[in-house]
């Protein structure tokens, strides 16, 4: 099976035109990011909101424990029965899609920011009451910076969803890597199908990484860990035993005597 995967994937015929992997590949990205843009937009500020506040924690723990259970195939049917009579064109394949991808992504985003301010350390919060902050500034100024990396964790676990449910809009009528598994399916064409699954899979992997590498230059230093080889750690300096003096209990260096 892996060499005829190898085989189709090698295949020039595959690498050109409206059906080809680089086609389909665009527009799975472009799915993909237009799901998690929205679901962002959405989450991100309410989980923040909801951190800072204290309030709707309940509605924030049993959504993303719901959302576990959300038969994405189901709910794509659902919303293309909904919604297919009332809009034209790419639209009515469109739309339900987008619905169900942003959907799966809210949950993680908003409990990735949420958690993120929550487990700020209070008395950095204190601090900058007490330098006169507002409620607003606190958030800004301290708690988001200090949340960045539980929103990013929240932000990679919603993409990687995303790009790999992003296959049933081939179900609604749309494009991506999803046609290889729908096509292949209807003709049995397995080497077809199985390759698109290798293509989803290498694709999240890569948006993982790309967003891992956004996280590290996004975060602080001092919150990623990147300064434990250097920076605020100390270096023992040596100093010549004939050259210093004591002065009312401080060591002092004085010039060694020519």
Known sequence: MIANILSWLADPAHWSGDD?????LWEHLWYSALALGIAAVIAIPIGLAIGHTGRGRFFVVNLAGAA???????????????LFPQLSGDS?????SEIVLVVLAIPPM??????GVDEVDPAARDAAKGMGMTGLEVLRKVEVPCALPLVFSGVRSGALQVVATTTIAAVAGLGGLGRFLIDGQK???????ASGAVLVALLALAVDLVLALAQRYAVS???SGRMTRG???PNDVEIDTRTRTVDTGRLT???AEQ
Request: charged share 10%; aromatic share 10%; hydrophobic share 45%.
């Open 253 to 255: 260096q004085k010039p």
């Open 221 to 223: 230093p001092g919150l």
């Open 110 to 115: 908003m409990s990735g920011a949420y958690a």
């Open 68 to 82: 576990r259970a959300i038969p994405s195939l189901g709910l794509l049917y659902l919303m293309v029965l909904w």
């Open 231 to 233: 920076g605020n750690t």
């Open 187 to 193: 003709v049995r064409d397995f080497p077809q199908m």
């Open 92 to 96: 009515a394949f469109l739309v339900p």
């Open 20 to 24: 080809g992997i680089p086609h389909r």
